[in-house]
């Protein structure tokens, strides 16, 4: 069964990167939903957030493909109950609409929506949530004269990681630990020996 | 300039390395010597010639291979690396040089063969500016790398460089290419020596072995009734060839190969039951659906090799040793993984097994083997009709060098009959196309074969078809007295479309009638010495003659037009589909 699922990756910064990660999806006619780039908590490592659907089977596959680029440290998948994420967006709409409408200010109040820029001709405010939070925000504003609208990729946090930190450690040393290349056989080995 | 530029003494790091000052150019070459990669396929052009001007002073050290193609210089250097078990090095320039690598880039990176190519690249500043012969190389061969970089400051040479070697040749070998600015090339910069690279912290060449998976596996083999071992390339790439001889004799395990594994195992090893796949023999294939334990070894589940996936081998436990994690479950679900390099798994696993008969499962192989012989191979060695069978140039072949050669094919009928007939007593020894099936391969790969392995007999096996694809390289044989002798077995057709055609689309030979030069003139204009023959009582003094040959030499053997190559799992059939005829 499809779902979406949101890939973590840890890689090193490097220019071409981007290329190689995204040539992975691609390759297979996979669309990527979203993708986000940054620096990770550690230093020097850059994490992406790539949000795809798909089915888990085709997400694992997809994760050892990663892994296995020279320049990738760690690749996690997970669902959307594993992740605590969140969505940026932003709003240009008319100054005169919200100056006019007292209902305009009360529904961006409501959103959780705050001013960013505010000019006599429009004002930008940003909110940031759910995929549905910030799309009905679209909705309400439609009618009030929505001039702009655009939202960020989705960045996630594992709710189950530990960062990266003593990971990285492990990498940098010649013979890693176990830990660092956990596979998903070690969790369900009871499960996959039984076959 | 004539000296080896040696890296400091490592131990004496407190103290400031002393450094020499040296351009790019020279900055590559040394590292070249350092990783005794001193064979460069190559052809050179305006960008990469300051490499090229550098080279002149390092002649006496560095052997450079002028090709005709820069085609012809990567699949030499893929023949050189799989003969030698080495690095294969390339030079070539930027623009239609480096394009010209791709497709060699891609077999190379599909058939895991270990190469460094190092390519010119415009000025830095020049970058994004459409300048001559400026091609986004990095981006163009992304998909077909292991690893790529761009270096546009001499100071990143040396370690960039010890990179590549070691991204190249360690784990699951690939291809990596290294593209180089002209500026760089000449910038001169303080050198203080070359290093090896032996860790790079994103890149695990070798997973860790797990215990419990080898014990795992070792109690689902000793409970197996019918185990059956199929092998790949891991194991020669692994160099675990005593290991896999040592884990299928304790086990009496019968054992097929991939037309990748081929020479890993010799021919007449009782325990060796052939090919797997497509074109290979009959046990292996329908039995695949009959054992109760599949053993993969260091290979990859190619499609050729299962035919249909959800019929394959669906009513067995699986268990896959890959150095590659992203191998196992990729295609088949394996039961236990036994991830990391066979070299080490299989002695783990041999230590774990108990000795074993398995003489009635055994029997089951022989059977299918005798009426594959009475249907297929009979005919195919000992054909009664006039006209020759590539089948029976192959056998004459195999009495002559006893199966000593290296057997370098090119790709289509003539491959896969080379593949199931020709006799090996070493590994190294078979070098093909196999995952990318590129036309052409042949003949510039068993000049590289050559090169990597100079006392050995090399035999290029190529169709008439595939040989017009890369015959310029005929002037490298010439050039550098490369000893390599051409087989072409013509049937004027591009045979294995041809069967195609003639199996799957109502014999519609739809381009596939090839008209082809006189060989032995074409030949005789590059002055190598050639023969061409049409009668089987010329067929075996004619192979003699090629052998005896000092030098290179052509011998083109005119075959039988429409023959097949049976037996054939017909694409979308399960293996066990296979047909005879
Ligand atoms: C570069 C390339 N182009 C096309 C093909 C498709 N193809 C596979 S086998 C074959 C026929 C080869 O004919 P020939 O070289 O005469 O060898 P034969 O099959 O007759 O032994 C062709 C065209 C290929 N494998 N590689």
Not at chain 2, 65 to 93: N, W
Not at chain 2, 371 to 391: A, C, F, H
Not at chain 2, 454 to 460: F, I, K
Not at chain 2, 501 to 508: A, G, M, N, P
């Amino acid at each position: 069964m499809k779902k979406e699922y949101t890939i973590t990756v840890y890689t090193e910064n490097q220019i071409g990167l981007l290329n190689r990660i995204a040539i992975i999806f691609s390759r297979r006619k996979i669309n990527i939903e979203s993708l986000n780039t940054s620096p990770s908590e550690s230093e020097g490592i850059h994490r992406f957030t790539i949000l795809i659907n798909e089915t888990e089977e085709v997400v694992r596959k997809l994760c050892r493909q990663i892994e296995k680029q020279v320049e990738v440290l760690k690749a996690y998948y997970n669902t959307e109950d594993e992740i605590v994420w969140q969505e940026l967006a932003m709003y240009k709409v008319s100054t005169d609409a919200i100056a006019e409408k007292v209902k305009v200010e009360r529904l961006l109040r409501e959103y959780g929506a705050r001013a960013v820029v505010i000019r006599k001709d429009y004002t930008v405010f940003e909110t940031s949530g759910h995929r549905e939070e910030t799309d009905r925000l679209i909705k309400v504003l439609e009618p009030h004269g929505l001039i702009e609208f655009v939202r960020s990729a989705r960045v996630a946090i594992i709710k189950s990681s530990n960062g990266f930190h003593e990971k990285l450690k492990q990498f940098e040393q010649l013979e890693p630990g176990e830990e660092v290349i956990e596979n998903e056989y070690l969790s369900k080995q009871a499960e996959v020996f039984s076959m | 300039m004539d000296t080896v530029i040696t890296a400091p003494n490592k131990t004496a790091t407190s103290t400031p390395k002393p450094t020499v000052s040296i351009s790019g150019s020279q900055a590559v070459l040394d590292a070249l010597l350092a990783e005794n990669a001193t064979t460069i396929f190559g052809y050179p052009g305006g960008a990469i010639m300051p490499i090229y001007d550098a080279l002149y002073d390092y002649t006496n050290q560095i052997k450079h291979i002028l090709v005709r193609h820069e085609q012809g210089a990567i699949h030499a250097a893929q023949g050189y690396a799989r003969s030698s078990g080495k690095t294969g090095v390339v030079f070539a320039t930027s623009g239609p040089g480096a394009t010209n690598l791709v497709t060699g880039l891609a077999d190379a990176m599909i058939d895991s063969t270990p190469l460094v190519c190092i390519t010119g690249q415009v000025f830095a500043h020049l970058l994004g500016t459409d300048a001559f012969q400026e091609v986004d190389v990095i981006n163009i061969t992304t998909p077909v790398t292991k690893w790529n970089y761009q270096i546009t400051d001499a100071t990143e040479i040396p370690h960039v460089l010890a990179k590549a070697f070691f991204i190249a040749g360690t784990g699951r070998p690939g291809p990596v290419l290294i593209d180089i600015t002209k500026n760089a090339q000449l910038q001169k910069f303080e050198y203080s020596g070359y290093e090896k690279c032996n860790h790079i912290r994103s890149y695990r060449p070798k997973p860790i072995i797990r215990k419990s998976y080898i014990e795992e596996a070792a109690k689902v083999i000793n409970e197996a009734k019918k185990p059956f071992v199929i092998f790949g390339q891991g194991v020669i790439l692994g160099k675990a060839e005593q290991e896999l001889k040592a884990f299928i004799e304790k086990g009496n395990f019968p054992a097929a190969w991939t037309v990748l594994g081929l020479s890993a195992l010799p021919t007449e090893h009782p325990l060796n039951m052939g090919m797997l796949g497509m074109h290979g023999n009959y046990g292996p294939n329908v039995l695949t659906n009959e054992c109760d334990v599949l053993i993969a070894v260091g290979m990859r589940f190619d499609d050729r090799v299962t035919g249909r996936l959800d019929k394959y081998a669906k009513q067995a436990k699986v268990i896959h040793l890959d150095i590659d994690p992203a191998e196992i479950d990729k295609n088949v679900q394996t039961t236990v993984p036994v991830w990391g390099d066979c070299k080490e798994t299989l002695p783990m696993l041999t230590q774990l097994i108990q000795p074993n008969n398995h003489t009635a499962w055994i029997n089951r192989f022989r059977e299918y083997a005798q009426q594959e012989y009475d249907v297929v191979i009979q005919n195919e060695l000992n054909p009664t009709s006039p006209i020759m069978t590539m089948g029976e140039v192959i056998k004459t072949l195999n009495e002559l060098t006893n199966g000593d050669a290296i057997v370098v094919t090119d790709v289509g009928q003539h491959q896969m009959v080379a593949c199931r007939y020709a006799k090996f007593n070493q590994s190294k020894s078979n070098i093909t196309s196999g995952g990318a099936g590129t036309m052409g391969f042949g003949l510039p790969a068993a000049i590289g074969a050559k090169f990597g392995a100079p006392n050995r007999t090399v035999v290029a096996i190529i169709g008439d078809g595939g040989f017009q694809m890369t015959l310029q390289e005929l002037g490298t044989i010439m050039q550098f007295n490369v000893d390599v002798k051409i087989l072409i077995l013509n049937n004027e057709f591009l045979g294995m479309v041809r069967q195609w055609q003639q199996l799957f689309h109502d014999k519609r030979y739809s381009f596939v009638d090839i008209t082809s030069p006189n060989f032995v003139q074409l030949a005789k204009a590059y002055h190598i010495e050639g023969n061409s023959i049409k009668d089987r009582s010329q067929l075996k003094n004619a192979l003699q003659t090629m052998l005896n040959h000092k030098g290179s030499y052509l011998l083109e053997v005119m075959v039988g037009k429409e023959n097949n190559v049976f037996p054939m799992v017909p694409q979308g059939c399960s293996v066990a589909e296979i047909r005879l005829q």
